[in-house]
């Protein structure tokens, strides 16, 4: 079985500062890891993946993640908050020894980015 | 490339009906994906389709199915509706990359 866990329900940071929204991981294989932005009555919005290879992933609108294998973390960072930033973020793990893309989601962050 | 697409957006039933769902995903992208979120349990999985068969299933009772067509479109069906099944459904299509991509949702009130 394989889960994430988002151990912050609410996040807030001031704009310009940087920002951590953290995802622990487990899964039985090796791990695909994905992050996704929720605005508003909105559907998922893809921000970055982590497959294999560099351990820093870069994505969308400046945000960036670390895989750390030995910690089974993946935790989402960027070096400096917009207002436009705040919404409510999702982690997800695949196990790439299974077939297909089913996903396993953490229960979600809400950042707070406030002037 | 045109996104996901959900129809409809929003939908009211009342216990006890059924419902369908449907899907389109990004073009030339195989799989699509099923998920309900609700505030209580989050995001969770229902199915999986990849070309026309069902490739994983979560863990949701048997009144959840779904299809998928030749051109990729896919249906998901909920019967005899209970209140619980108020959530946002939505469909996610993967292409070879692994990331997938979300639909808008729809949004199901049962009252």
């Known amino acids: 079985a394989q889960s994430v866990a988002q151990p912050e329900d609410q996040v807030n940071v001031a704009e310009g500062n940087p920002l951590t929204v953290k995802c622990t991981y487990s899964v039985s294989g090796n791990p695909y890891l994905f992050w996704y932005v929720q605005y508003p009555n909105r559907g998922l919005q893809f921000l970055l993946k982590y497959i294999t290879g560099d351990n820093l992933v870069k994505g969308s609108y400046g945000f960036e993640a670390e895989f750390n294998k030995s910690q089974t973390s993946f935790h989402l960072k960027k070096p400096s908050a917009l207002v436009s930033d705040s919404a409510l973020y999702f982690c997800?793990?695949?196990?790439?020894?299974?077939?297909?893309?089913?996903?396993?989601f953490g229960g979600g962050t809400r950042l707070m980015v406030k002037p | 490339k045109a996104g996901v697409t959900q129809t409809p957006r929003y939908l009211i039933k009342t216990r006890g009906q059924q419902v369908t769902l449907s899907c389109s995903p990004i073009?030339?992208?195989?799989?699509v994906s099923w998920y309900q979120q609700t505030p209580g349990q989050g995001l969770q999985f229902l199915f999986e389709y990849f070309s026309e068969t069902q490739r994983n299933k979560g863990n949701f009772p048997g009144r959840f199915s779904g299809r998928q067509f030749s051109n990729s479109r896919s249906e998901m069906n909920v019967s005899t509706l209970e209140l619980g099944d108020s959530a946002l459904y939505l469909c996610?299509?993967?292409?070879?990359?692994?990331?997938?991509?979300f639909g808008p949702g729809t949004r199901l009130t049962v009252l």
């Open positions: 073009s030339g992208h195989r799989s």
């Open positions: 997800a793990v695949r196990d790439n020894n299974n077939a297909g893309n089913m996903l396993t």
């Open positions: 996610a299509s993967s292409g070879s990359h692994n990331e997938q991509f």
